[in-house]
């Protein structure tokens, strides 16, 4: 005769998925602060996007001879955006293999009650958070050093805010997308997250507007959030200034083609993930360090 | 957290029928060609509540990939296998929630974290509320001996202090099912002690509870476990009780008589009762190993041998060891069935 068990305090779904999502956060923010004392920790944060934009304005300069304007403008937002991109979707995937290969977490953190997926969407948003620092800074370095085009009366809320939230959710599908690759992957694993990233640092009209790509890239280009989102940013800080990779598009359209895109993206990837965490359980390799 | 309950789950807290894992493995990275790796072959185990069931097996006998299987990491090849009557392909998420555990040798934990903070951390992901979740960390932190680190990073912790830690993190729930796979691989005498008493005393504190316990330390079986599985190449050799494997052995118990160097030990076979002899010379003395029909007939060995004006140096009783079931089922010792040699 067994002795049988109830659960005596559970949790609606919803609760346990906010909760997983808020100690993931917790938890992801503390590895990426937690490394040195604060104070350095503040430097840090500031003197590292300080010195990316540094470089990338010299070689503008000496690439465009001088050039101000909507080019500088374009160029410094898309400098200012990406590091959500570095940060929040390379950091999703790169999270999971640390857990995987250095904290030896993985497995415990999966065989819990949780959502996996509010675990890494955690995960990555406090990866993203960091990213504001890079963000304030290099506009405001731009703005008053550089000297490009961002004034108040240029920011468009209506335009800013929904593209931020849409480019957020659209960063942390394709950091799911990443992560799913990461399941099967082993001894190159590390290499992937970062080399999805150089690749849509080209593809996505971050430093240069996607009309310059030829037009098999420019169709790609325009199928990834990414590129949308970042047309967007621009619409909604730079406002008529702002040097555009669809001219041609109203600021509805941009956000509207945005939504779309982000929802694809994210039914994509809850589907490619959830395909990719079976197969791993499947193969027995979704623990397994590298080397398997 | 549990209440013991008339209604709820299923009648055994591990059930496995027929359960078949296989890898595919390539050869190497640049050869396509896959070579199969039966880890297990056919698993029957029912395991009741209440039991601390011990499974023990060389390395690759297929310990941890059954483990895997229970706690959801890995999906079976065919067969079944259900924990407190939820099926752990099918029902996964709810198996999740009644299960935890602990795995031996490695070096888990966010090295940045505390001990406590780590903790606290888990106890999150299982719904616990911090208040109680701080107050249960401190108290298995006191009984395993770790209060006073519990402010240390993790990374400052020593190989058993990782591991008593690691105890705590899958007690911290209260689980129904708590799997321990290798829990004092890699630790020192003492903290390999200190963890199996806790074990034990976390059982006998919470009747109801269940443990399955990996080890390939035949005195952990022995004296942890209610019921041990001999594991061998994916399969289920034995399973009883400790004592029971142990009687079952062929040779059962021996005696083993050292004595003055016999010119002559043919004899010894005559005496009635005896049923085996073996005999080694070590330094000019001779080792008599015997079995005999019952324990009175060493009685008769020994008048023999002062008949015969031989002195006795030694004379013990030695019991079958799990080992020596082991032996008897494999044909080799533990050690020596290890994958791979």
Redesign the interface.
């Known amino acids: ?11 609606r779904s919803l609760q ?1 998925l906010w ?2 999502f ?2 993931a956060y ?2 992801g923010w ?2 990426e602060s ?2 040195t004392d604060p104070l350095l920790f503040l430097i840090y944060s500031v003197i590292r996007p300080l010195g990316g934009v540094l470089i990338l304005a010299v070689m503008f300069f000496v690439v465009a001879r001088g050039a101000r304007g909507p080019v500088l403008g374009f160029f410094v937002t898309g400098t200012a955006f990406w590091p959500f991109v570095v940060m929040a979707m390379q950091g999703m995937a790169m999270g999971v293999l640390a857990d995987r290969e250095h ?3 993985l ?8 959502s996996y997926r509010a675990y890494l969407v955690g995960r990555s948003l406090a990866q993203a958070t960091s990213a504001l620092a890079a963000m304030a800074i290099t506009l405001l370095f731009g703005r008053w050093v550089l000297g490009i085009p961002l004034y108040f009366s240029t920011i468009r809320p209506l335009v800013l805010l929904p593209a931020f939230l849409l480019g957020i959710a659209g960063i942390v599908a394709m950091g799911l997308l990443i992560t799913s690759a990461l399941t099967w992957t082993s ?1 190159e694993a590390w290499r992937l997250p970062e080399a999805v990233g150089a690749a849509l640092y080209l593809l996505c009209g971050v430093i240069f507007p996607t009309t310059v790509l030829p037009r098999g890239l420019q169709m790609l280009s325009m199928g990834i959030p990414l590129t949308w989102w970042l047309e967007a940013m621009r619409r909604g800080l730079l406002g008529e200034h702002a040097l555009l990779s669809f001219p041609w598009a109203s600021d509805a359209r941009v956000l509207g083609t945005l939504a779309m895109l982000v929802a694809v993206w994210i039914i994509g990837a809850g589907f490619a993930f959830t395909c990719a965490e ?1 197969r791993a ?4 390799i ?2 397994q360090e590298t080397g398997h | ?13 591990v059930e496995t029928k027929n359960l078949v ?1 296989i ?2 493995r390539k050869r190497s ?1 640049q050869d396509s060609q896959e070579r199969q790796v039966i880890a297990l072959d056919g698993v029957n185990v029912e395991i ?3 039991e601390l069931f011990g499974l023990l097996g060389p390395n690759g006998a297929g310990k941890t ?1 059954l483990i ?1 299987i229970l ?5 079976p090849t065919s067969g079944t296998a259900r924990v ?1 009557g939820l099926d752990v392909v099918q029902q996964a ?1 709810q198996v ?4 935890s ?1 602990v ?1 031996g040798g ?8 505390t001990v406590r ?1 780590q903790l606290w ?2 106890s ?4 616990l509320p911090t208040r109680l979740a701080l107050a249960r960390i401190d108290e298995l932190l006191k009984i395993v001996g770790l209060y006073e680190e519990r402010n240390r990073r993790v990374s400052d912790l020593s190989t058993g202090m990782r591991q008593k830690m690691n105890l705590v ?1 899958g007690l911290l729930s209260d689980p ?1 099912v708590f799997f321990l796979d290798e829990p004092t691989v890699g630790l020192d005498v003492s903290a390999a002690r200190d963890i199996r008493a806790y074990i034990k005393e976390w059982i006998r504190e919470k ?2 509870r269940t443990i399955l316990l990996t080890t390939h330390y035949m005195q952990e079986a022995e004296e942890l476990c209610d019921r041990v599985a001999i594991i061998h190449k994916g399969r289920i050799i034995a399973c009883d009780s400790p004592a029971a494997l142990r009687r079952s052995a062929a040779s059962g118990s021996y005696f083993l008589l050292t004595t003055e160097r016999l010119s002559e030990d043919g004899w010894l076979k005559e005496v009635p009762g005896v049923r085996r002899v073996d005999i080694r010379v070590l330094d000019g003395r001779t080792e008599i190993r015997l079995q005999v029909a019952e324990d009175g007939v060493i009685a008769e060995v020994v008048r023999a041998l002062a008949d015969r004006e031989r002195k006795i140096y030694s004379l013990t009783k030695v019991e079958p060891s799990l080992e020596d079931v082991f032996m008897q089922l494999v044909g080799r010792r533990m050690e020596e069935a290890d994958e791979g040699r």
């Open positions: 005769m067994g002795v049988r068990a109830v659960r005596v305090s559970s949790e346990r909760r997983t808020a100690v917790w938890l503390q590895i937690n490394w904290w030896k977490t497995r415990y953190i999966y065989s819990a009650p949780i001894r079976f359980r499947a193969l027995g979704l623990d | 957290m549990w209440d013991e309950s008339p209604e709820g789950m299923g009648e055994l807290a894992r890898y595919r990275s009741p509540y209440g990939t895997k706690v959801t990491l890995l999906l407190a998420y999740r929630e009644l299960i555990m795995s490695e070096h888990s934990g966010y090295g940045l974290l903070e951390m888990f999150q992901f299982y719904g993190r129904l009747p109801g």
